[in-house]
């Protein structure tokens, strides 16, 4: 399942899968993948500077992430090109989502502004069947 946003003429989307291979339930390991791409269909080429995660963990609440750029990059993405990328989360409960913002720069002007990465759904193999 995709999620999708579009913030600023710059859309964010998400495919998150359950990552079998490196999940432990017994341990409380539960390893998502999340694709993402960032399509820039703006007028002006920007930059990923920073990103903040708000990842939910059902029945452990709350962790927030921050940090530069995305995957150790901080990419350049011109006017109607995309970026795609990969990461991955663990959670101990299995169930849970995630959401969370770009600061991105406008390479023209030098402004900062934030974009929004949808609100995404994380839930185990073991759990849904």
Known sequence: MMFSKMTSNI???VVPEYDSK??????????????????????????????????????????EITGDGVIGLTPEIATGENFTYFSNVMLRSGVGNMSGKYLVRNMETQENFEID????????EVLSN
């Open 117 to 124: 990465i949808p609100k995404f759904n994380l839930l185990s």
């Open 11 to 13: 859309k964010v989307s």
């Open 22 to 63: 490196n999940s432990y339930p017994s341990e409380n390991r539960h390893v998502f993948k999340y694709h993402i791409t960032i399509e820039n269909d703006g007028s002006f080429p920007i930059k990923i500077i920073k990103r903040k995660w708000l990842i939910f963990d059902v029945g452990f609440g709350y962790t």
